[in-house]
């Protein structure tokens, strides 16, 4: 049962987490019964063989109750499938793989350095927005790629139509560390107290918004360090504010497990699942995916505003205000309806985080902009600098 919340039954804090109820969660068996699409179960995940789940697509009827059958996976089950031979056609891997070689080249070439969200930077060599960057780089590439029914299968199942990709290719070199566990966009991307401040039914419901996956642009053996997972550790609810606990870290090191792969294969997973791409203990595997976000269509308003335009034309107001005695939190109240407040989407080539995950938002420009007595050119400067660096100049 779930532990009792002492911050009152419609919020987590982190004295919610506790170890002993989280083991309770991960140390569920995954029944084959439960999944009879699937080829077999390893270490406790659920595995596909992709041409025989082909065959089982076929019909409308056959193609429901798999899909249903994967969100139960997600949900429900390990929160973590592996379709092996994803992509049949090895040369459509390889192709994208040519492609992706060379933007690396090119980054190293500028002397430009891609960090890594829960790596130390400069570990892996990381590809942002791959997906943008393959599309104008070789189209027929890009279109071969993204037309594998696999890919498509499972992105319907836990969304729905009219999802959105994005791609990040990631490559950890001979030597490089693993990254540390942790959970995945949205909350993942949030300090404990920045997630904290989001009621438990969006910490329920905030997996559901996306699917992370990783299609392998390289043979995985286990010394290549392949992604660690905890399955059924989507399940702990509390999660978004307990991976960073000590003691959690060590329960995850002690009981991950780490699924060789082969290129063309495709692991994909609920994002509340505990993972972290693991240690290259390898002498010569350059182990490369490309690493899938994909997100729910819904996760957008209803009408176009052109904020940074509305942050403008309030900023003297929002200074005169203050300036007539306005709280701090009325101010920022002010800004919360003027401003978009999300650090993403942005281009993470050019708009790094800097002090946290995430790099700093529109609203928080805005009021350090009036809290700090800037003039209006000065924040008209900062505001175009942003957006400049928030818009896809993918080469």
């Not at 991976?243 to 082969?262: I, K, T």
């Not at 294969?265 to 490369?288: E, V, Y």
């Not at 939190?329 to 989407?345: C, H, K, Q």
């Not at 609203?363 to 900062?382: I, N, P, T, Y």
Request: net charge negative; charged share 25%; glycine share 8%.
């Amino acid at each position: 049962m779930p532990a009792p919340h002492p911050t009152g039954p419609g919020w987590l804090s982190r004295d919610d987490c506790r170890l002993e109820d989280f083991v309770a969660v991960v140390e569920q068996q995954t029944d084959p019964g439960d999944y009879p699409y699937a080829d077999t179960v390893v270490d406790n995940v659920l595995v596909y063989d992709s041409d025989r789940l082909r065959k089982q697509v076929d019909s409308a009827d056959g193609r429901r109750e798999v899909q249903a059958e994967l969100a139960r996976a997600f949900t429900d089950g390990p929160g973590l499938v592996v379709f092996q031979g994803a992509f049949p056609d090895r040369a459509v891997v390889d192709r994208a793989t040519v492609a992706f070689n060379a933007m690396i080249a090119d980054q190293r070439a500028r002397g430009a350095a891609s960090g890594d969200h829960f790596a130390k930077p400069g570990a892996n060599d990381r590809v942002w927005n791959a997906l943008e960057k393959l599309a104008v780089r070789d189209p027929d590439a890009f279109a071969a790629y993204y037309a594998n029914d696999i890919l498509a299968l499972v992105c319907a199942a836990w969304l729905g139509p009219a999802y959105q990709v994005t791609s990040q290719v990631n490559v950890v070199n001979p030597g490089g560390e693993a990254q540390s566990p942790h959970r995945d966009y949205h909350l993942g991307f949030m300090t404990d107290d920045e997630a904290a401040r989001f009621p438990a039914h969006v910490h329920r419901l905030s997996p559901a918004l996306t699917l992370q996956g990783a299609v392998a642009h390289s043979d995985m053996p286990v010394e290549s360090g392949p992604t660690m997972y905890l399955p059924h550790s989507q399940k702990y609810l509390p999660g978004y504010l307990a991976w960073r606990r000590p003691e959690f870290v060590d329960y995850f090191h002690e009981h991950l497990v780490q699924l060789p792969l082969a290129t063309g294969d495709a692991a994909f997973f609920n994002p509340a699942l505990l993972h972290g791409a693991g240690h290259n203990r390898s002498a010569d595997i350059k182990r490369m995916a490309n690493l899938l976000q994909v997100s729910s269509a819904f996760g957008r308003a209803m009408e176009t505003v052109d904020r940074r335009r509305v942050s403008d034309a309030v900023f003297p107001a929002l200074v005169r205000l203050r300036a007539d005695g306005a709280g701090d939190d009325a101010v920022r109240n002010a800004i919360a309806a003027a401003a978009e407040g999300y650090g993403f989407p942005t281009d993470l080539d050019r708009d790094q985080p800097v002090d946290g995950l995430a790099p700093e938002t529109q609203a928080a420009l805005l009021w350090r902009a009036v809290r700090e007595g800037w003039q209006l050119d000065a924040f008209r400067s900062a505001l175009t600098d942003q957006a400049a660096r928030r818009g896809s100049d993918a080469a």
